[in-house]
């Protein structure tokens, strides 16, 4: 309930700004809330709705593809020192490395289209993925391990029963995190690489000057990242009830 | 039945075990005291096998468990799937688990736990989780590194009399480490004062040993006496 409670103030709140903003602003770019709700007709919700199921379909293929190379690699990295002080070199002389700068050449490899602002999405969030399960793994009590060796625990009942169950909270903070940061690189890419997409859409109602289709795409943006994270939120709830929260 | 003859271990150049050798019969309990970094846990980890002696030869009978220094439980699965967990590794049938699991866990008095995840337990709690997991294994000899280390005073003790209560009743052989003299005193029925990866000391304890002893002049005498070789031990 004060969950609840909380959300509506926050949106009335955003509303609020949103129309001082304007108000001050008094520019044609910068339109009143009731306005842009207003400008919704079936053809541009089916527009954008098309548009964000698009970027939403490119960053999930780009999530599933980063935990089926990551995931593994990672964990290869957390149980073996002599993989990880390998491996370490590649992840950190590429992990800083802003993979925006890496687009040209992903143009080059694939082209303009929809693969290119996948491949982006994987290239920023693989190596997140990859550090984060190897420090999760990195970090799990030896003793858990030396326990299940005395009970006869092959490798793989070791991997199923501590190393994957440990990696899973970190791999939700990615998925939390990565969502925000995929969204934010497939609103470049998918201007540069692809003519579909809530990013494209976005930003071409802004170079056709047409606010209204402009401010409608965030806020469906907006509401696509309010359910996705709420989703993540109850997914964590369920997969980690064993932890005790410490926020009251 | 456990016997360490001439064992010993070493880190680099530095011997963790020096040529150790004893020899503990069947159904005893033994406590191994000394400083930290004399060898005691390395002790425990090579007769449970997870580090290899560099020479020297142990004789222990193969169905053991260990119950490690703050129990190792997993705190992703709850107490009953915690239990479980050795026995599904030795691909025991699920019904059969569930029926051992349940025998154990109503002994200690922890069947109503069985949903509860181990966060959500009192250290004491957790340590009898800890017991119920190795006792499900049906060990002859149970290998416990410090076992009541976390516990306040009273849990303490009273963990301490359900080990004597499950010793006497399962006639397993016992060896664990501690730091805690009246523990090892109260406990063991021989008590190896050790330091710098040798036993300095072997004291036996041959009393009848219930929740009274405690009070016992034997009990304050014996206290008295092992602190003193503890403190030669060090000095040495």
Not at chain 2, 110 to 121: A, G
Not at chain 2, 147 to 152: K, R
């Given at each position: 309930m004060r969950k609840t409670i909380f959300t509506a103030l926050s949106l009335i709140l955003l509303i609020l700004l949103w129309y001082i903003v304007s108000f001050l602003a008094d520019t044609s770019a910068i339109p009143y809330f009731h306005q842009v709700i207003r400008h919704i007709d079936n053809l541009t919700l089916k527009e954008i709705l098309l548009n964000l199921s698009v970027s939403l379909v490119r960053i999930f293929i780009g999530m599933i593809l980063v935990v089926i190379i990551a995931v593994p690699l990672g964990i290869i990295m957390g149980l073996n020192r002599k993989a990880n002080e390998f491996m370490n070199g590649f992840t950190y002389l590429l992990y800083?490395?802003?993979?925006?700068?890496f687009l040209p050449v992903i143009l080059v490899l694939?082209?303009?289209?929809?693969m290119t602002a996948v491949i982006m999405v994987f290239l920023v969030l693989f190596f997140q993925c990859l550090v984060s399960v190897r420090d999760s793994i990195i970090n799990v009590d030896t003793a858990l391990f030396n326990w299940m060796k005395t009970t006869g625990a092959t490798k793989s009942q070791m991997i199923y029963h501590i190393i994957l169950p440990s990696i899973v909270p970190s791999l939700l903070t990615w998925v939390r995190v990565g969502l925000g940061t995929s969204l934010a690189v497939l609103f470049f890419a998918e201007n540069i690489a692809?003519?579909?997409g809530i990013g494209f859409f976005i930003l071409d109602s802004w170079s056709r000057i047409d606010y209204m289709d402009m401010y409608l795409g965030i806020i469906f943006l907006s509401i696509a990242g309010f359910i996705l994270f709420n989703l993540i939120g109850l997914l964590e709830k369920r997969a980690l009830r064993y932890r005790k929260v410490i926020q009251k | 039945m456990i016997e360490f003859d001439h064992v010993t271990v070493k880190y680099g150049e530095k011997k963790?075990?020096?040529?150790l050798s004893f020899h503990i019969d069947k159904g005893k309990i033994v406590s191994v005291i000394g400083?930290?970094?004399?060898g005691k846990t390395t002790m425990i980890n090579c007769a449970a096998k997870l580090i290899d002696n560099d020479s020297g030869v142990i004789r222990m009978d193969q169905q053991f468990s260990l119950i490690p220094q703050g129990y190792?439980?997993?705190?992703?699965?709850n107490v009953m799937k915690n239990i479980e967990l050795g026995l599904g590794i030795k691909k025991m049938d699920q019904s059969q688990r569930n029926k051992a699991c349940m025998e154990v866990m109503k002994q200690l008095g922890?069947?109503?736990?069985?949903?509860?995840?181990?966060?959500?337990?009192s250290g004491g709690e957790q340590q009898r989780v800890a017991i119920a997991r190795a006792l499900v294994l049906n060990p002859t000899v149970i290998l416990m590194d410090e076992?009541?280390?976390?516990?306040?005073q009273i849990t303490r003790e009273k963990a301490q009399e359900l080990l004597l209560e499950i010793k006497n009743k399962y006639h397993m052989t016992i060896l664990m480490t501690t730091h805690s003299i009246e523990e090892a005193c109260f406990l063991s029925d021989q008590l190896f004062v050790m330091g710098k990866g040798k036993l300095s000391h072997v004291v036996k304890n041959e009393q009848n040993r219930d929740?009274?002893?405690?009070?016992?002049e034997h009990y304050h005498q014996m206290t008295i006496q092992i602190r003193t070789l503890l403190e030669e031990s060090v000095m040495a």
């Open positions: 800083p490395i802003p993979k925006v700068a694939f082209g303009i289209g929809g692809t003519d579909k | 963790a075990l020096d040529s400083q930290s970094g004399c190792s439980l997993l705190s992703w699965k922890i069947d109503h736990l069985k949903d509860k995840y181990p966060q959500f337990l076992p009541f280390s976390s516990l306040d929740n009274t002893y405690r009070n016992s």
